[in-house]
């Protein structure tokens, strides 16, 4: 009878499922969602705050934000852009599709005032806080910047530990790839590698628009999901592919959301276990 009980017992450690994502008193994941798929989604932003998260400034450190770069209004999370920063995830994660919306404000600072907006998103986020230009934890990079939301940016120390592997295009645009479905494969560990539909024409100023952009323009609303699985991460922006990494070095981590010259509003970070 006993030895039947303890195989019971097993049986259901075994069938009953995980949930490896962490839950303790300073996690953002509170508040559940279903999404069409019938999955259990997450909101990383509960539309009042940014529980979960916190602040580093370029200069300032944790948590030290005079200038009010990173604001909540109506429902919003605002970030002007003034200093060079990122919002941060009190918890690491694998194994997930990210979706966030995002649409441009119309300030933006020095020293990109009359530069092409930018931001990002940053998947993997390992090591110190300002490891990276005294700004970021060492990551990979879902860019979001006015002709190459989607390109992909190893934001690491060089070394193998944070690489990517793409498809890529015969010929580069400037000096990075370009990911083209079914290319020779090309592995990265600094750089860059573009979106597939990168006007190889874009240049650096506010405002810009490729011939085959897919982001809507600046005051309109865009979806960006990065899903990742396992050693994978795809792109998809308004819906389409437009990047895919594979043999992706590291594989889980934080995530974070950039300041980075420019105004930028998100309504919507929901993240959902695979």
């Not at 919002?87 to 979706?99: A, P, Q, V």
């Not at 400037?174 to 979106?195: E, H, L, V, Y």
């Not at 809507?216 to 999901?225: A, D, F, H, L, T």
Request: net charge positive; glycine share 10%.
């Amino acid at each position: 009878m006993k030895r039947q009980y303890l195989i019971l017992l097993i049986l259901a450690f075994i069938i009953i499922p995980v949930n490896t994502f962490p839950r303790d008193k300073n996690s953002a994941l509170k508040e559940m969602k279903n999404d069409k798929s019938g999955k259990t989604g997450i909101r990383l932003f509960n539309g009042h705050n940014l529980d979960g998260w916190y602040t580093y400034i370029k200069e300032r450190g944790k948590n030290s934000d005079p200038l009010n770069v990173f604001t909540i209004t109506k429902g919003m999370i605002r970030i002007s852009g003034e200093e060079f920063g990122c919002i941060t995830t009190n918890d690491e994660f694998e194994n997930y599709k990210l979706t966030v919306k995002f649409k441009w404000g119309d300030q933006t600072y020095s020293p990109r005032t009359d530069k092409a907006r930018d931001s990002g998103i940053l998947l993997h986020s390992t090591g110190e806080d300002g490891a990276s230009s005294g700004t970021w934890m060492y990551s990979i990079e879902c860019q979001i910047i006015e002709g190459g939301t989607g390109d992909f940016i190893v934001v690491g120390d060089g070394s193998k530990n944070y690489s990517i592997t793409s498809p890529v295009a015969p010929e580069k645009q400037g000096s990075s790839f370009a990911f083209r479905t079914g290319g020779n494969k090309a592995t990265i560990n600094s750089g860059r590698i573009n979106w597939s539909g990168r006007d190889p024409e874009w240049k650096d100023v506010k405002d810009f628009r490729g011939r085959n952009d897919i982001e809507n323009p600046v005051g309109k609303w865009n979806k960006i999901e990065c899903i990742v699985n396992g050693n994978e991460i795809h792109i998809y922006l308004n819906g389409v592919l437009v990047n895919q990494a594979f043999d992706v070095k590291p594989q889980k981590g934080k995530i974070q959301i950039q300041s980075e010259g420019a105004e930028i509003f998100f309504k919507k970070i929901i993240i959902t276990p695979l």
